[in-house]
T-cell receptor
């Protein structure tokens, strides 16, 4: 298995533009998580899905952020419109009831909003 | 409102010696305590965990200790190797969610 795959690895965009981050979880994993890492707040959970259904989105900072999981093999995190304070590394992770808290993280997407 | 605190942002240890990383938490409702490791430009990777009903778990060179009365978690690495140089996150697990500490950057010197 190739692990959790995130794209793009790096994204530079102008303030006000829409940004879409993508994630392919490990096949068979039924939990998918989106995390954001910043210097100030560290790694924080934004939202997580179970069997493609959003379970907890209390970490999503604002209405400008939205996440979808249309099927078991794909999820997106969208920011519209983007702002400079959204600059961070965004990680996607997946797990299953068997792996419990042994999440597998992707390599992350480094987002820079200028 | 930090639920998990790693008070040492960095730690430097000689190769072959013991590395001890510490963590304090405030919320006792979590049922698992974990350590994740992160190399630059990569995502965090799971290292070792301990359930709330135990006080020690060992896996090779890595041992995690849990002191519930003190709400304290520690990770011992012995002997330390250069490849152990990374950022280590103390993590609380509960309700299928993980809460990460700020991390401690461990540097192993040859």
């Amino acid at each position: 298995d190739a692990g959790v795959i995130q794209s793009p690895r790096h994204e530079v965009t102008e303030m006000g533009q829409e940004v879409t981050l993508r994630c392919k979880p490990i096949s068979g994993h039924d939990y998918l998580f989106w995390y954001r890492q910043t210097m100030m707040r560290g790694l924080e959970l934004l939202i997580y899905f179970n069997n493609n259904v959003p379970i907890d989105d209390s970490g999503m900072p604002e209405d400008r952020f939205s996440a979808k999981m249309p099927n078991a093999s794909f999820s997106t995190l969208k920011i519209q419109p983007s702002e400079p304070r959204d600059s961070a590394v965004y990680f996607c992770a997946s797990s299953s009831a068997i792996t419990l808290y042994g999440y597998t993280f992707g390599s992350g997407t480094r987002l820079t909003v200028v | 409102d930090q639920q998990v605190k790693q008070n040492s942002p960095s730690l430097s240890v000689q190769e072959g010696r013991i590395s001890i990383l510490n963590c304090d938490y405030t919320n006792s409702m979590f049922d698992y305590f974990l350590w994740y490791k992160k190399y630059p430009a990569e995502g965090p990777t799971f290292l070792i965990s301990i359930s709330s009903i135990k006080d020690k778990n060992e896996d090779g060179r890595f041992t995690v200790f849990l002191n519930k009365s003190a709400k304290h978690l520690s990770l011992h690495i012995v002997p330390s190797q250069p490849g152990d140089s990374a950022v280590y996150f103390c993590v609380l697990g509960g309700a299928q969610k993980l809460v990460f500490g700020q991390g401690t950057r461990l540097t192993i010197n040859p």
